[in-house]
């Protein structure tokens, strides 16, 4: 049984983890922070056995799961285990090609970066899928020049996800508030899942919108109002 869970969580991720483990391929380095139980490294291992891996975790309990995992998909000599918060799990002077962070808040996956800012100087590619508020990754890589290469939008198990893949510029990168917001990659390809988070978003924000009106006008709440305001035209003019 326990072969069979190995099989199945290391030759066969999740449709979100694949996705994110497409864009890190390729390179012969990696650092997966907040790994969990060490998957997506152990799945890229198992199809480069020139990868040399860092699965890096914070909490004790997916820290001895993930070395459990490596150890029993026989990866020791590729992956290293490493506990400890965000990047530094990555050694000072360590070469670190794509650094991985996916599954955590976008506000989290920004301020782990934020953190550990001195260890993506070497680093090509990053690679993160953050489960809510987007922008607030789009909004760190551009105020530390990296420019979004790629990006992606998929459904799984009833659940939207956005993947958003950067890399370092030399040159001042700027996105427009709408691009920070709704992806500079994917609105300019209105895929379904796309028009169905946003349609979504926006039949949230007027049904808020709408609750507003109803309560007594302050500076406070002209403003939020206001703010929802923008954040539905935006959508509009996208979907125009």
């Known amino acids: 049984m326990e072969g069979e869970t190995i099989a199945l969580n290391t030759n066969q991720l999740s449709r979100r983890l694949e996705r994110v483990a497409y864009y890190a391929e390729g390179y012969q380095s990696l650092a997966d922070i907040g790994s969990d139980h060490a998957y997506l490294p152990c799945y890229l291992c198992l199809r480069d056995a020139g990868l040399h891996a860092i699965a890096g975790e914070i909490n004790e309990g997916p820290y001895q799961s993930a070395r459990k995992q490596v150890e029993l998909s026989r990866l020791e000599n ?32 920004a301020s782990i970066l934020e953190l550990g800012l001195e260890k993506l100087t070497g680093s090509q590619r990053l690679v993160l899928q953050p489960n809510v508020a987007s922008q607030a990754v789009r909004e760190w890589l551009m105020s530390h020049q990296f420019n979004i290469v790629a990006e992606e939008i998929i459904e799984e198990d009833d659940k939207i996800y956005e993947i958003v893949v950067a890399e370092k510029s030399d040159s001042l990168v700027t996105y427009t508030e709408v691009e920070l917001m709704m992806g500079p990659l994917l609105i300019q390809n209105h895929t379904e899942v796309f028009k169905k988070k946003w349609t979504q978003e926006k039949n949230s924000w007027e049904r808020v919108l709408k609750q507003l009106k109803q309560g007594t006008e302050t500076i406070e709440l002209s403003n939020k109002k206001e703010a929802l305001k923008r954040k539905i035209d935006m959508v509009e003019e996208v979907f125009v």
């Open 78 to 109: 590729q992956i290293e285990v490493r506990k400890g918060s965000g990047l530094e799990v990555i050694n000072d002077n360590e070469q670190v090609d794509v650094i991985t962070v996916a599954g955590m808040g976008g506000p989290l996956i």
